[in-house]
């Protein structure tokens, strides 16, 4: 059974820094997308970033330039460098990871429990 596991939130300062990563476990043998969606309180959950298997990237409009993803494929591992915070950050920010089922004839995605980043003075 596939898991993902999140970890590295907390609490910064704005214009702070935190780094985000998610460890995927399971039997999958490659994991295709993986990604970060957040979601603040009374908000829909939204794409932050995502990256392919062969490491091209996407980006909200609101975090190019701060934010940037990256991926041991070793590892099966996704990360998040997060810089110059701002308030409107803070969410409850939530790991994706999707995978191909028989040889490419079906597609499965997992969610992590997330982790909370709360941008305040």
């Known amino acids: 059974q596939v898991q993902l596991l999140e970890s590295g939130g907390g609490l910064v300062q704005p214009g702070g820094s935190l780094r985000l990563s998610c460890a995927a476990s399971?039997?999958?043998?490659?994991?295709?997308?993986m990604g970060w969606y957040r979601q603040a309180p009374g908000k829909k959950r939204d794409l932050v970033a995502v990256?392919?298997?062969?490491?091209?990237?996407n980006y909200a409009d609101s975090v190019k330039g701060r934010f940037t993803i990256s991926r041991d494929n070793a590892k099966n591992t996704v990360y998040m460098q997060m810089d110059r915070l701002k308030p409107e950050d803070t969410a409850v920010y939530y790991c994706?990871?999707?995978?191909?089922?028989?040889?490419?004839?079906?597609?499965?995605?997992?969610w992590g429990q997330g982790t909370q980043v709360t941008v305040s003075s």
């Open positions: 399971g039997s999958v043998f490659v994991f295709n997308n």
């Open positions: 990256i392919t298997s062969g490491g091209r990237s």
């Open positions: 994706n990871a999707d995978w191909y089922n028989d040889y490419g004839a079906s597609i499965s995605m997992a």
